[in-house]
């Protein structure tokens, strides 16, 4: 035990002496950082996507991108660069993200001389996605290879602008995350438009509650295990345990839910009592018959029979513990 202490007493010296080789002086505004050839620059070079060429530092780059620069300096990622560097590599400023730029200063109109974040400039996505990755790993992104915007070729510029402060938060695109989300989601842009909505449209909620657009284990992207554990995290209540479950419930939400928006209420997939007899059929006790729409209040206007167990709340006019009970006689799902 005593030789061990030992040797974890010199190893955290050690420990500190390696993270602050690691750490330099941040440079200042305008001004290039000053590679170390024999030093961790040359490990940087070496690891580059761009390995014939070499760093000039940021104040090359605002010679001729003035005004990029007026909106770059805005951002926390130029705080970071230029104030307190977590690593070498951010010391670079410009060239960090974009990589080394000599052969962009000798030649503007190559192309393949620097690394651009645009669809129109060529730059394989993963090779852009991997420059945000040197900062931007593990985390929340850990699922972030294999997932439905990895595989289909999603940049990290295709939602996030780290060159001007468009957002209040994360250097979106656009001003709010369910306005980035809507431009390659237009479905559930028009879901949310329905009359029964999650509240996004209002503000009071957003795509990422629910979904972690860097990646997850599942394939929607859920911030969860399952679409119910999504759901439980709000709506508690429907956790259970309960004594009498309710079969399509513990299933998925997603039986008689619609996730984004309905036109029927609380997001219904159908209407009540409509939704109940996709499985309570006639043949399996009650209900003895279908229940239809001119037995509504409606209904009765024209001379039709009206029905109480289709109006209102329709089958949970009775069956009110439709998620499950507790109570000894609840097998019916009744208070």
């Known amino acids: 035990m005593a030789r061990v202490l030992a040797s974890v007493r010199f190893a955290i010296p050690l420990i500190l002496l390696a993270t602050v080789g690691l750490r330099s002086e941040p440079s200042a505004v305008g001004q290039s950082a000053s590679p170390d050839p024999a030093g961790e620059a040359a490990v940087v070079q070496a690891q580059a996507p761009l390995p014939d060429a070499t760093y000039v530092g940021e104040s090359r780059c605002i010679e001729c991108h003035a005004q990029e620069n007026r909106h770059y300096s805005e951002t926390t990622h130029a705080k970071v660069f230029r104030q307190n560097p977590a690593f070498r590599l951010q010391q670079f400023g410009c060239e960090a993200c974009h990589g080394p730029g000599s052969r962009h200063v000798a030649n503007a109109l190559d192309r393949t001389a620097i690394i651009g974040f645009t669809k129109g400039w060529g730059t394989e996505v993963s090779v852009q996605n991997s420059m945000c990755q040197n900062c931007h790993g593990g985390g929340t992104r850990m699922h972030w290879p294999g997932s439905a915007h990895a595989s289909n070729d999603v940049g990290c510029a295709d939602c996030h602008n780290p060159m001007q402060r468009g957002s209040t938060a994360n250097l979106l695109v656009r001003p709010t995350i369910a306005e980035t989300c809507f431009q390659c989601h237009p479905q559930q842009r028009a879901e949310f438009q329905r009359r029964s909505h999650m509240p996004v449209p209002e503000g009071r909620m957003t795509c990422t509650d629910c979904h972690n657009p860097h990646g997850s284990v ?15 995290s709000c709506h508690a209540e429907k956790r259970g345990p309960f004594l009498w479950e309710h079969a399509p419930v513990r299933e998925s ?15 219904l997939v159908s209407a009540r009592p409509y939704i ?10 009650h209900p003895g018959q279908f229940y239809r729409d001119g037995q509504t209040a409606a209904g ?6 009206q029905s109480a167990r289709v109006i209102g709340r329709s ?21």
């Open 300 to 305: 009765a206007l024209m001379g039709v029979g």
């Open 218 to 232: 599942t394939r929607p992207l859920l911030r969860a295990d399952s679409v119910n554990d999504v759901c439980y």
């Open 315 to 335: 089958c949970q006019n009775c069956h009110t513990q439709i998620h499950g009970s507790n109570h000894p006689a609840g097998a019916r799902f009744q208070r």
């Open 276 to 285: 109940c007899q996709q499985c309570h059929n006639p043949p399996i006790g």
């Open 253 to 267: 939400c997603l039986n008689c839910h619609q996730p984004h928006g309905s036109n029927h209420d609380k997001l």
